[in-house]
C-alpha cells in the first residue's frame, strides 16, 4: 500500500513540476514583446521552449489520467499542477484565474480520457493523446493570453516602440523623392533644408498615425500567435502518442505498472 501511495506522490509531483515549468515559460513569454526584432533568434528559441514544455506538459498528464484512479484522485494531481504553474507563472489574480481554468480542463481531460478507456477491450494511448489536443488549445490559450497582457501593459505604459533607425530613413526617402519633384531641388542651399522640413511633417504623422493605432497591435498580434501555435500544434498532435507508448512500457519493464485483465458481468435479457 505504501508502495502505491509513494507511486501516487512522485507522478503528481511530475505532473506539478512540468506544470511549474510551463508557468515559467509563460512568465517569459509575458516579456516576450522585447524580443520582436531582427534576427528573431531569442523569440524563436522562447517558441521552442514553449513546445517542449507543452510536450512535457503532455506525457505528465497522460501519465496521470491513465494511472491514478479514481479521476478524483487525479484531480487532486491536476489541482496541485494548477498551484505549481501559478507559482511559476507568477501570483498575480489574472493568472490565478487562467490557472484555474487549466485545472478545469485537466479534469475534463481525466474524466473524459478514463471513460473511453474503460469502454475498450484493449488499452490504448490514443485517446490519451487525442483528447489532449483540447487541453494544449487551453494552455496555448494561457501562453498568448501572458504575451498579451506583458506587451499591451508596455503598450499602455510606455507606448509602442518603433525603430528610430527605420523611421528616419524611410521618411527622409519619402521626402527627397516629395522635394525633388520641385523647383526646391535645382537649388542645392535650398533642397536639405526643404528635405528636413518635409521629412519632420512626415514624422509627426507616422508618429500620430501610430499613437493612434497602437492599443490595437497587442490584441491582433495576440491572435496571430495564437492561430500560429493552434495550427503548428495541430500538426503535431500525434507526437505525444509514441512518447507515451514509451513510457508505458517504461513503467511495465520497471514494475512500477501493470497490464491488469479485468472481468466485468454483463446483464442481458434472455427467453426463460
Request: net charge positive; proline share 4%; with cysteine.
Amino acid at each position: 500500500m505504501l508502495g502505491r501511495q509513494l507511486k501516487t506522490a512522485a507522478l503528481a509531483l511530475l505532473l506539478s513540476a512540468t506544470s511549474f515549468g510551463f508557468g515559467a515559460v509563460c512568465h517569459r513569454l509575458g516579456m516576450a514583446y522585447r524580443l520582436f526584432k531582427p534576427p528573431f533568434h531569442e523569440l524563436g528559441q522562447l517558441l521552442l521552449l514553449l513546445l517542449a514544455a507543452l510536450l512535457c506538459i503532455a506525457a505528465a498528464a497522460g501519465l496521470v489520467s491513465v494511472l491514478l484512479r479514481p479521476w478524483r484522485l487525479a484531480s487532486v494531481a491536476f489541482i496541485l499542477s494548477g498551484l505549481a504553474l501559478l507559482l511559476g507563472w507568477g501570483l498575480q489574480w489574472r493568472n490565478a484565474v487562467l490557472s484555474l481554468l487549466y485545472v478545469l480542463a485537466g479534469l475534463a481531460y481525466t474524466i473524459w480520457t478514463q471513460d473511453e478507456l474503460e469502454q475498450r477491450v484493449n488499452f490504448s494511448v490514443q485517446p490519451v493523446a487525442g483528447n489532449w489536443r483540447w487541453v494544449t488549445l487551453v494552455l496555448i490559450l494561457l501562453a498568448v493570453c501572458s504575451f498579451y497582457f506583458g506587451f499591451a501593459d508596455h503598450v499602455r505604459d510606455k507606448g509602442l516602440s518603433t525603430p528610430e533607425e527605420a523611421v528616419n530613413e524611410l521618411t527622409g526617402d519619402v521626402a527627397a523623392e516629395i522635394v525633388d519633384s520641385t523647383p526646391l531641388s535645382r537649388l542645392d542651399v535650398l533642397r536639405q533644408g526643404a528635405v528636413e522640413q518635409v521629412q519632420r511633417v512626415l514624422v509627426g504623422r507616422v508618429r500620430a498615425l501610430i499613437n493612434r493605432v497602437e492599443r490595437y497591435v497587442p490584441p491582433v498580434v495576440a491572435v496571430i500567435l495564437f492561430l500560429l501555435l493552434a495550427v503548428l500544434t495541430g500538426l503535431l498532435w500525434w507526437v505525444p502518442m509514441p512518447i507515451l507508448w514509451a513510457l508505458f512500457a517504461l513503467l511495465v519493464a520497471l514494475h512500477v505498472a501493470e497490464m491488469a485483465t479485468e472481468t466485468l458481468e454483463v446483464k442481458r435479457l434472455v427467453l426463460s
